[in-house]
């Protein structure tokens, strides 16, 4: 049951179901349009990430980095950069979920800053989300969709990563050094054996988001791991997002086959750049994945669209779902003032959309 209420009060699933029926009236859709690739591979990153989560590995990682951090300049770095690795292979959904709380007791027990660090720490997991093509889902689609190498993706990525890294090196030099307390590392026990075996998986899934395998095998691998470790794993995936996909796939297969509607979607994508800014600006308004999803059926810029929604995931709070997540953790576990920190979030989260905006374009333009 609760599996069913989280998916029936996803807002985005909602706005998704709605317009995919009204696509509905207007034509069928074909079942050559779904891209069961992506599916599968959604699938199994989210299997992949609940098992990562339930061995407590970030947790493990965290407690022992923040144990040698001695001033609040170190204490921001060290969560920041956990958060970027960590957004590259936890994706940063579940990066949010786990840094931010563990930052915030910290903070609260040593009176620090918690506005400027959680927001970092938010930013930190989209950058590195951004990297890999399972740090986020729609760049499971692009690759999926697009056919990319691993190496063509890595060759997009990793400008990228590295003029982020420079931003945020600029931030860090402005951060005051306040000395606090060296936190004691906690004693949580992790099953290396098990951690080893899902690494394994986690590899074999690599192989298959770039067709080396057929990608049913990684699902299967993932799913069948999860039930042996604990069923309950199964229970804690976002199925909405799977179904968001689903329908997207639907409703994008009905508008092809309406003329004019397809005529409208290609005038704002018909160059690498009005692809790019296309995917920026629509993620602004439904978010990065469904909008990656719909520019990308229209396009053939894969690289733009790229830069484009992981651009996208920076602005407004529905930019990226993590973002949304981030207000949410830090509502529920900040003691300083809500308001005050989503002005804060929200002008950090436009200056950085703003700056990464120009990179990116940069980026295209010089063809780097």
């Known amino acids: 049951m609760t599996v069913l209420k989280n998916i029936a009060k996803d807002r985005i699933l909602q706005i998704t179901v709605v317009i995919t029926i009204i696509s509905l009236f207007f034509a069928r859709p074909r079942i050559g349009d779904i891209n069961f690739h992506t599916l599968y591979s959604v699938a199994a990153m989210l299997t992949l990430i ?35 690795a960590s957004g590259m292979f936890l994706g940063n959904d579940i990066t ?108 074999f899934f690599f192989f298959g988001v770039f067709r ?30 799977l179904l968001t996909f689903l329908c997207f796939f639907i409703f994008i297969s009905d508008i092809q086959q309406i003329p004019a509607v397809l005529a409208i979607i290609n005038m704002t994508v018909h160059t690498e750049s009005s692809t790019y800014w296309t995917s920026i600006i629509s993620s602004q308004f439904m978010s990065n994945v469904p909008s990656t999803i719909l520019v990308g059926k229209f396009t053939k810029y894969a690289e733009a669209l790229f830069l484009g929604s992981n651009i996208g995931g920076f602005g407004s709070p529905i930019g990226s779902m993590a973002n949304m997540l981030v207000m949410k953790t830090f509502n529920q576990h900040a003691s300083v003032s809500k308001g005050k920190f989503f002005k804060q979030w929200l002008l950090m989260q436009i200056i950085g959309l703003i700056i990464l905006a120009i990179i990116g374009w940069l980026l295209l333009f010089f063809n780097i």
């Open 96 to 203: 949010a979920l786990t840094l931010i709380p563990l930052y915030l007791n910290i903070a609260k027990k040593y009176d620090l800053p918690q506005i400027l660090p959680a927001t970092l720490i938010g930013m930190g997991a989209n950058i590195g989300a951004a990297f890999t093509p399972w740090g986020n889902p729609h760049n499971l689609f692009v690759v999926s969709h697009f056919s990319v190498t691993a190496n063509q993706f890595f060759k997009w990525s990793t400008p990228y990563l590295i003029a982020a890294l420079i931003i945020f090196a600029i931030i860090f030099v402005k951060i005051p050094k306040v000395k606090v307390p060296v936190q004691r590392a906690e004693d949580i026990d992790i099953n290396w054996r098990l951690t080893l075996i899902t690494t394994a998986v986690f590899i």
């Open 212 to 241: 080396i395998v057929p990608i049913q095998y990684p699902m299967i691998a993932a799913v069948i791991l999860a039930l042996l470790i604990r069923p309950r794993i199964m229970l804690k995936i976002d199925y909405s997002l």
């Open 50 to 84: 609940q098992i990562y989560s339930y061995l407590h590995v970030l947790d493990v990682i965290a407690y022992k980095l923040t144990s040698i951090a001695d001033d609040t300049r170190k204490l921001n770095v060290v969560f920041t950069l956990l958060a970027i």
